[in-house]
Nanobody, 115 residues
């Protein structure tokens, strides 16, 4: 069974930072691409950042330069450092990977940025 558990969300003011963490189990973590998605109220879920097994990263245009994704293979954890947060970053943030042909999701963690 694949489990993804997010943590680190909260309420911050614009310009502040948060670090999200996702702990994975049930997979050989180091070989999997790991992703962070987010979903704001009334909007579709969107890909925010991705990191592959080699450590190569990819970001959506809206967060590039502000967010950093990283992974700790020793701890089976993927991190999302979010700096200079904006009200439009308010959303539920989900950890994701694709394992055995299926998307796997955590339950999400709420990030709220006040102006």
């Amino acid at each position: 069974q694949v489990y993804l558990v997010e943590s680190g969300g909260g309420l911050v003011q614009a310009g502040e930072s948060l670090r999200l963490s996702c702990a994975a189990s049930g997979i050989n973590f180091k070989i999997f691409t790991m992703n962070w998605y987010r979903q704001a109220p009334g909007k579709q879920r969107e890909l925010v950042a991705a990191i592959n097994s080699s450590g190569a990263t990819n970001y959506s245009d809206g967060v590039a330069g502000r967010f950093t994704i990283s992974r700790d293979n020793a701890r089976n954890t993927v991190l999302l450092q979010m700096n200079n947060l904006k009200p439009e970053d308010t959303a539920v943030y989900y950890c994701n990977t694709k394992a055995w042909g299926r998307d796997r999701w955590g339950r999400g963690t709420q990030v709220t940025v006040s102006s």
